[in-house]
Nanobody, 119 residues
């Protein structure tokens, strides 16, 4: 079983940066693939990035966001650069024993952290 707790969200101006962190518990965390999803206001949850042996990104964040995973510290990070108002959303960390870019691929979820980008 894996439990996930996100942190690092906040209010930032357009063009700014944030670093989201996801702290994981569980002895077998290194065997999990991890993803970040976001849910903008009034919209469904969307894929942002995922990492296993390699990383995948949504087209909308390629070149701006970077996902990383530290198996020793049991942490996952999402570096958000060149933020845009349309990046405003609740960001969720998720873990899976499989791998994928869809929310239904993931069994374990954090509670989410709010990112708000002002114009």
């Amino acid at each position: 079983q894996v439990q996930l707790v996100e942190s690092g969200g906040g209010l930032v101006q357009a063009g700014g940066s944030l670093r989201l962190a996801c702290a994981a518990s569980g002895r077998t965390f290194s065997s999990y693939a991890v993803g970040w999803f976001c849910q903008p206001p009034g919209k469904e949850r969307e894929f942002v990035a995922a990492i296993s042996w390699a990383a995948d990104y949504a087209d909308s964040v390629k070149g701006r966001f970077t996902i990383s995973k530290d198996n020793v510290k049991k942490m996952v990070y999402l570096q958000l650069n060149s933020l845009k108002p349309e990046d405003t959303a609740v960001y969720y960390c998720a873990a899976t024993t499989q791998y994928g870019t869809h929310h239904y691929n993931y069994e374990h979820w954090g509670q989410g952290t709010q990112v708000t980008v002002s114009s």
